[in-house]
């Protein structure tokens, strides 16, 4: 069974930087796309990027694109989404997840994903 444990979360002023780490064990994690979703009270869960399993290559929601990248490690199971330039907007409980089924399309919907991990809080102050 995999695990997704994230890590890194926490309250940063507006224009502030974060790092969010997601440790992944018990798969085979450089064949999975991992992608990084959000969700804000009362809201639906948002895409916010994807890095593939061909590659690492990446894919951004509009919302965050130049301010947020993503990169993984495979020798260390783990993925990173760094978030710069932070807004009030970015609120909410971020989650990574990992898609096994080896797509060579971009996978935005939550429902493609298999695993997922329990969440880490982002607050951004104004």
């Known amino acids: 069974q995999v695990q997704l444990v994230e890590s890194g979360g926490g309250l940063v002023q507006s224009g502030g930087s974060l790092r969010l780490s997601c440790a992944a064990s018990?798969?085979?994690?450089?064949?999975?796309?991992m992608g990084w979703f959000r969700q804000a009270p009362g809201k639906e869960r948002e895409f916010v990027g994807i890095?593939?399993?061909?590659?690492?290559?990446?894919y951004y929601a509009d919302s965050v694109k130049g301010r947020f990248s993503i990169s993984r490690d495979n020798a260390k199971n783990t993925v990173y989404l760094q978030m710069n330039s932070l807004r009030p907007e970015d609120t909410a409980v971020y989650y990574c997840?990992?898609?096994?089924?080896?797509?060579?399309?971009?996978?935005?919907?939550?429902?493609?994903?298999?695993?997922w991990g329990q969440g880490t809080q982002v607050t951004v102050s104004s």
């Open positions: 997840a990992a898609d096994r089924h080896q797509r060579n399309i971009v996978t935005t919907d939550s429902r493609e994903y298999d695993y």
């Open positions: 018990g798969g085979t994690f450089s064949t999975y796309t």
């Open positions: 890095s593939g399993w061909i590659n690492g290559r990446t």
